[in-house]
């Protein structure tokens, strides 16, 4: 019944994941407070990172995609299940403090509490495979755009939305230097971020 | 480098150049794009398979994801790299009730661990729903533009936020000790 994708691709996957666990965990993101933290802003952690992995990940992506056909993996957009899913998502992660990538490496981390999150993360995908079918039906094709780019809908350059948003990061990233709530005492935030990568 | 494998903490910045750099090896080299949730789906289908495999086969969503693929190896190096990192760093902590919870709820580790499975099942309902979550979508999605991923990450942030300030109030920022 259990099938196994080739052995180069689980080694592939694994190495990958090596990768992203020690990233997570030096970045501080499976830390319940610093997740927390974003949401209340009180700390950027969460949007610092993830706003530098999309630009920089977006210009690599991207010209290997226009120089050598690398392939695109885009979503369908079925936007009640993007908007309604990311709702129901959302709620979750502050409650529990982690999203499923990050409860992992939370385990890993020293965090007992995640491991009752990722135990009710198996439940909510095992109740959500009962219902799927409903939810396909019902809401997932209620509304639905095709698997579509923002440069496609609006009609731009992707290259225009790389540079927009790498313009857009900066000038958060300056907005926010230092608007880490004080008495904090974790480096690599707010201004003693580049300091970090000089000494 | 001795010193930057043993610091605890690495810049934002450092970090989401690293996971932008590594999508580059995933669409580039692995012809896919980096994401998680899918596999507790996987987990979930392949358990049942053993126990109930008739079942399985006649729900769609368990059918097609009885297989361990790269996906599933990538979520346990994530358990093994954050570990890694956290020996590397002697930055492991056990920690049961966070801080910030317990000024607002109490240092009741039962409410905690009952919050966070709820809060779990949220998690991954939501982010099967959405058909991602804040890698499948937030990173790899992002990168793309796609718009599913845009729309959910908008929709994330914007609910989280409101749970986090109705769950610890404006209050709570000042007890977010990172």
């Not at chain 1, 501080?28 to 952690?45: C, D, E, M, R, S």
């Not at chain 1, 039906?137 to 509304?143: C, D, G, Q, V």
Request: glycine share 14%.
């Amino acid at each position: 019944m259990l099938t196994f994708d080739p052995w180069n691709m689980l080694l592939l996957g694994l190495v990958t994941g090596l990768a992203f666990g020690f990233l997570l965990q030096r970045g501080g993101v499976t830390k319940y407070q610093v997740i927390v933290g974003q949401f209340l802003l009180a700390n950027h952690t969460v949007l610092r990172t993830m706003l530098t992995a999309i630009v920089v990940g977006s210009v690599g992506v991207l010209a290997m995609h226009q120089l050598w056909g690398v392939k695109l993996h885009l979503k369908e957009a079925t936007l009640w299940g993007n908007i309604l899913g990311g709702g129901i998502f959302g709620v979750g992660m502050v409650v529990l403090g982690y999203c499923p990538g990050t409860g992992i490496g939370a385990i890993a981390d020293g965090s007992r509490h995640a491991i009752w999150g990722v135990l009710g993360m198996l439940v909510g995908a095992a109740g959500y495979a009962e219902m799927e079918t409903w939810i396909r039906e019902n809401i997932l094709s209620a509304w639905t755009l095709g698997k579509v780019t923002i440069a496609e809908e609006v009609h731009v350059s992707p290259w225009f939305l790389v540079f927009g948003l790498a313009v857009v990061a900066w000038l958060l990233f300056w907005w926010l230097q230092g608007k880490d709530v004080p008495g904090m005492t974790a480096p690599g935030n707010g201004r003693n971020a580049t300091s970090m990568l000089d000494d | 480098m001795g010193t930057l494998l043993t610091r605890p903490r690495w810049s934002p910045f450092l970090v989401g150049a690293c996971i932008g750099m590594l999508s580059w090896i995933t669409f580039g080299l692995m012809g896919k794009a980096l994401g998680t949730s899918t596999t507790f789906v996987t987990v979930v289908a392949s358990l049942q398979s053993f126990v109930v495999p008739e079942h399985v086969k006649a729900t769609p969503y368990l059918a097609k994801h009885t297989k361990i693929d790269w996906q599933f190896m990538l979520v346990i190096g994530i358990f093994i790299g954050a570990m890694l990192s956290a020996l590397l760093a002697r930055s492991y902590k056990v920690e049961r009730v966070p801080d910030l919870w317990a000024w607002r709820f109490g240092s009741s580790k039962t409410k905690r661990y009952l919050a966070a499975f709820l809060g779990g099942i949220l998690v991954l309902f939501g982010a099967r729903l959405a058909d991602g979550c804040t890698s499948g979508h937030g990173i790899s999605g992002g990168l793309q533009f796609a718009v599913s991923s845009w729309v959910f990450f908008v929709s994330f942030f914007l609910t989280g936020m409101v749970t986090a300030f109705i769950l610890f109030g404006k209050e709570g920022r000042k007890h977010v000790n990172v």
